[in-house]
């Protein structure tokens, strides 16, 4: 496959800048003397629908034909995959279909309902999902705009690293977390076309670790079994993603819950500011590994903040 | 009493500001929406010590002669005015004595033990309180620095809305939450140096309300038995506070204990960023009279972000 060029990445994010938020980048001293490195932090979390996600969306569905427009976008997601598409779409005036289980959280489905998406719902399995999602296709002729595995969505993730390497380009390392690998395949696209010297080195849920394995092993190992806080890096790494991964990405860290709940009560406590467990994953990774990053300039991406604030692990 | 000048104010600004941050001013158009107006937030969640407080503290400590300064400074607080004055003290290199009720929370004295503040524990009761204090002033001959009801501490305060008002000088009205008085005084000084047009209008929980009270009755009428969560707000008006509040506040809105949950939460859920219970007033008050605010430009001072994280009331 041919991944975008930077140019590419550059018109994408010329294509959605109205769309989004260019969120800002901080820092707190306070967690630099904890980490003993300077950490400027990506804030994806002020994000519209609170997540890199809308990036990717937006990006996939501005690309779309007129034709394809008159018949909208589907997916199938109970995450912030499917707020995001739902938005995109509505921004954009098309229809959007979103599978979701039959269990997923009301909060979701009022987000999507929120952003005008027409929610169908199936029983909970990942069998369910594709067969629901393939007749909801079927039936509209809808665009299937995939979480992760495809190539305009990278391409909208791209622009999020492209923004903090704009605002500080001196960085030696840049961090992302990863799940399907949207985020992480985009970030080390971008950085590597900007600055082949950078690291980039993800965050992975010690619960959740086939990026971990399949890195290391050099073939897709697909994640079973996942047990992890971080809810939204349970799915396995699509293929584009692994081929980007292999290519550009340095290293994966893993980090544990406790681990993980430490470093997102240490952004609660020290920064003011929410994020949700997954996004808290590579500044875990980073503290339980410091001796790697003493000293360095890090960004890291802080990739969202929708939690459900009454089941907060602290 | 001769109150500060803005010269005064600008110069407290310029003696403190490397000791500070300057705070963000954040927007969001889903709040703005349900609020029928255009808020403008001062974030002094994300200040130095996660409150502005900071601000009058470090302003009291920075004013102080270098004879004063030898002995160091004093005072009696189980909340943000305690950490504040023992960070100030610390960056300018002196001593502060922290008089605290035995039950405070170990949350708080950590926070002075780790500016180097040193912690003297009385019965928790405003007598023994009192009497502590007296005792440790003798013995040291610190300068003793009230939480709000001094000047040096109310011209800090007024450099908040100095900052809001140079970043964002069309408000048609400005907020601030009212406790002691030392934002909401400082505030309406400043607002009104800048400009007299300017609406000043605080927020008080209705489970609190001597400044609203005290604002009708023109005479101070002491808080007894605040019931409330907004646990920044409990105490009475300060004299001077309560004489820049006659002088130059517009008006004191209430807001209930479910009110300012829900405001809090709104925050929260659509921004992003932590805040306390006090620091949500302002909001709930606005949320609770849209009429009153319907199409204007509103600047809402954030108070702090300091909330116990296992205690958050949803």
Known sequence: MNFPTLSDIRAAHARIQSFIHRTPIL???AIDEIAGCEIYFKCENF??????KARGAANAVMKLS????????ATHSSGNHA??????ASVAGIPSYIVMPSNAPEIKKKAVKGYGGEIIECEPNLKARETTLEAVVARTGATFIPPYDYMDVIEGQATCVLELLEDQPDLDIVMAPVGGGGLLGGTAL???YINPEIEVIAGEPAGADDAFRSFHA????PQTGPN?????LLTSLGKLNFELIQKYVDDILLAT????????????????????????VPLAALLANKERFAGKKVGIILSGGNVDLGKLPF
């Open 83 to 88: 707020a995001a598409l739902a938005r995109a």
């Open 66 to 73: 007129p034709e394809e427009r008159t018949k909208g976008v």
């Open 27 to 29: 820092t707190c001293t």
């Open 257 to 280: 819950d406790p681990q993980i709940i430490e470093a997102m009560r240490l952004v609660y406590e020290r920064m003011k500011i929410i994020i949700e467990p997954s996004c808290a």
């Open 218 to 221: 050099g073939h897709i190992i």
């Open 228 to 232: 992890t806080i971080a809810d939204g």
């Open 47 to 52: 994000q519209k629908v609170g997540a890199f």
């Open 190 to 192: 971008t950085a590597h």
